[in-house]
């Protein structure tokens, strides 16, 4: 892969508002795929998979049985990103979607590289192919230096190094929501969307559509 170098010298297109974040998951979810995740470091990598997560309605959400300390970023103001741990060894990254109380937010799921490999690269040594590096939502946390350091931080704002952002690139058109992976409850809602055809989604073959 060729890396390509950022438009800017901090973010590699248009801040999103904070009106973009502030509508149901289940609208930004899709709207956020070909935007780009992108640090103050100079890494970045385009969008290419996502899942919903609809807070009291929805029984895989970290916010289904209301607030606690964990999840209290997931009721704030929209924009702003929550980190969490889990399998006590990953940390998942998601962008709070909605007003504020509604606990809802959106899991980026894949991400294809676009800027700062070689940080990428050193972040997770052991992977040899560029493919896989943010192919999954622990793996693009890894590859991005994302942590608990991030949970809160404002995307819309983003003083504290990381923000999502326009490049230009439309979201894929028609795009037609899957189940969600990895998850108990609340498999058959189709909140799941990924960018047709590209390699970087991740899951098995048939996952990935």
């Known amino acids: ?18 009106a973009f974040y ?4 289940t609208t930004v979810a899709p709207r956020l795929l070909n935007k780009v995740l992108a640090s103050a470091d100079g890494r970045a990598g385009r969008i290419v998979e996502v899942e919903a997560y609809v807070g009291a309605i929805d029984p895989a959400s970290h916010t289904y049985r209301g607030k606690t300390a964990r999840n209290a970023i997931m009721f704030g103001p929209p924009g702003h990103m929550y980190v969490y741990f889990t399998y006590g060894m ?23 590289p676009l800027h ?3 940080q990428m690269r050193a972040a997770r040594p052991r992977i040899a192919n560029d493919r896989d590096l ?39 058109r028609d795009l037609v929501g899957s189940t969600r992976i990895g998850i108990s409850q609340g498999k058959d809602l189709p909140w799941r969307w990924s ?4 390699r970087y989604v991740s899951g098995t073959a048939s996952q990935r559509g």
């Open 22 to 25: 502030n509508r149901a998951a």
């Open 134 to 172: 943010c192919r999954g939502p622990a793996r693009l946390t890894q590859a991005m230096g994302i942590d608990r350091a991030q949970n809160g931080i404002d995307l819309v704002a983003p003083r504290d190094g990381f923000a999502i952002v326009d490049d230009g690139m439309a979201p894929p």
């Open 1 to 18: 892969m060729v890396e390509k170098k950022p438009s800017s010298i901090l973010w590699p297109g248009k801040l999103l508002s904070r």
């Open 195 to 198: 960018v047709p055809g590209s």
């Open 116 to 118: 700062g490999i070689v």
């Open 90 to 112: 990953h940390w998942c990254c998601n962008c709070v979607s909605g007003p504020p109380g509604d606990g809802c937010g959106v899991l980026i799921r894949a991400l294809e």
